[in-house]
């Protein structure tokens, strides 16, 4: 007989269109393995039928309460007079909370896993099994990288929420026996927690990736995936067309780009310049052809936090990849045998002209490829993650 997990998350896990959901999708199906799992998950959305039949094949039981965005951004507001983190509040719902308790109290499970810090509220004081917390990120090391980003009116709001993230990331750690978290680059960015260190669990790629080939050319010189409405991204999205793209036609290249993904937003939509060779796609229906139009994928990462999927998908793909050292950082790929590096718009148009020009970039495109292979497998992580709540 399985033992009973509860898995509880800040956003039901399906469709894949962001990286917390890809996560947890994936490590749900290699838990279900060991588990009995009860599903329960906030939505700010109503969840189609089609995703739920998805997650029952892993689940035994799913829970999801709908949490609408404008509570959501009422509860925010609220939350700029308290102490907690602003995104705490954003999750957080005290009738939620409620029924959530009722659910654990009756299942009496023999552990709960819960994913981000945005869900602890609901389940850190209940302490009759044990817990695992997996920060995944380090989320105060985020908002930090995106203070200078700010405008005036906005920067403070940021430096509070830092202050107050690396305070909650501290004090929360006590609730769990277990933590986890991406990578080695965010365990050190939490700083100094007290007890056992925060052990690291990657993500993985889908086999879907590794497997994968098109008959299809690429049609683009150089590709950006990922959610474009997420900050981040959009940023390193702006940044190749604010920077790379104008610095690289001066010197007469006149390269075609695509970024393709979720929800661009309307700051990136108007970031086109009708000079340059950009298209932006949204809501493409099979991402891995998205990846492999382009003959290299350009990640100019400098405020994100974490293991970029994004990196790992278009490396499992085959494609040779230039990102910058913060994003290599979690990733560890050896320079100019698995990954090039860059620091700047011009070095980022030097490694893309590199790429695109000389036949070493097949041999780091395949050797990229070995490297996910080996090291970045949802089996093998979740296998880590499986064991020490066996453990517990």
């Known amino acids: ?23 947890a999708y994936y490590q749900i199906i290699e838990l279900s393995k060991s588990f ?24 035994k039981e799913i829970h999801v309460f709908q949490l609408p965005k404008w509570k959501s951004l009422f509860q ?14 954003f999750f957080y719902n005290y ?20 994913q981000l810090i945005r869900t602890t509220e609901y ?30 009116f906005t920067k403070w709001i940021f430096k509070l929420e830092a202050k107050r993230l690396a305070q909650y990331e501290r004090e929360v750690y006590d609730y769990f026996e277990i933590q986890t978290i991406i990578s080695e680059q965010d365990a050190e960015a939490l700083g100094t927690l007290p007890n056992q260190p925060v052990s690291c669990i990657p993500n993985g790629v889908s086999e879907s990736f590794l497997t994968f080939s098109t ?11 990922g959610n474009l409405n997420y900050p981040p991204n959009v940023q390193a999205v702006k940044f190749i067309l604010d920077k790379i793209l104008p610095i690289a036609k001066e010197k007469g290249y006149d390269w075609k780009f695509l970024a393709a993904g979720a929800g661009p937003s309307k700051q990136l939509m108007d970031s086109i310049d009708s000079n340059l060779q950009a298209t932006i796609l949204a809501n493409v229906d099979d991402i891995r052809q998205a990846y492999c139009a382009g003959k290299v994928f350009v990640a100019p990462m400098q405020i994100g936090t974490g293991l970029q999927n994004k990196l790992l998908e278009a490396m499992a793909l085959g494609i040779p990849c230039v990102t910058t050292p913060l994003a290599n950082n979690a990733l560890k790929a050896l320079e100019i045998e698995e990954i090039t590096i860059a620091d700047s718009a011009e070095e980022f148009v030097k490694n893309i002209h590199l790429l695109l020009t000389n036949e070493k970039s ?3 495109g395949k050797k990229g490829k070995q490297l996910i292979l080996k090291n970045f497998n949802w089996e093998n992580s979740t296998e880590i993650l499986t064991k020490a709540i066996q453990k517990a």
């Open 123 to 152: 389940l850190k004081n209940y302490h009759n099994c044990p817990k695992t917390l997996d920060y995944m990120d380090a989320f105060s090391k985020g908002i930090e990288r995106r203070i200078p980003l700010q405008s005036i």
């Open 95 to 114: 009738s939620i909370h409620k029924k959530i308790n009722s659910i654990v109290k009756e299942l009496r499970p023999n552990h709960i896993y819960c």
């Open 215 to 225: 008959d299809k050319l690429p049609e683009f010189d150089i590709v950006f995936v």
């Open 36 to 59: 009995d799992i009860t599903l329960i998950t906030i939505s700010d959305h109503i969840v189609s039928e089609k995703s739920i039949q998805e997650l029952e094949k892993y689940c």
């Open 76 to 89: 925010s507001f609220i939350g700029l007079f308290g102490a907690k983190p602003i995104q705490i509040s």
């Open 1 to 23: 007989m399985k033992s009973k997990l509860v898995v509880m998350l800040s956003r039901f896990p399906f469709p894949l269109e962001k990286g917390d959901k890809l996560r």
């Open 362 to 364: 097949e041999s780091i």
